[in-house]
């Protein structure tokens, strides 16, 4: 799955604002985004909308393709689930899986009439 780097983001904002002699406020005069949401940005607090970035990207002259990156963290049932090998060891994971689901319901569900009392 591909996913925007905030870390890529920050980069760029950061270097191209320096090439071009820009400092924070001139940005926010030149984009319309507000200063604080910059220096957040560029601290990488602060994911902007596509708005702001297609703002950012004209301003700075990048492209947002330079921001995808692949998400490479694999699910670790679905990596479980690929690793069974025998019937025995799939219908062990089905249990796990299901055990961990039931679990998941009951916190829920304590939590939510905790929250009514």
Do not use: C, H, W
């Amino acid at each position: 799955m591909e996913k925007i780097s905030l870390s890529k983001l920050s980069e760029l904002v950061i270097k191209k604002r320096k090439e071009k002699n820009m400092s924070q406020q001139d940005l926010q005069d030149q984009t319309g985004i507000n200063r604080m949401l910059i220096s957040r940005i560029e601290r990488r607090d602060f994911v902007p909308s596509i708005a702001q970035l297609e703002v950012l990207s004209k301003t700075l002259n990048f492209s947002i393709q330079e921001l995808i990156e692949e998400d490479k963290t694999q699910n670790v049932f679905v990596a479980m689930r690929g690793q069974a090998k025998t019937p025995k060891e799939e219908e062990g994971i089905e249990k796990l899986f299901s055990m961990m689901l039931t679990l998941k319901k009951q916190k829920v569900l304590r939590s939510r009439l905790y929250e009514e009392q």
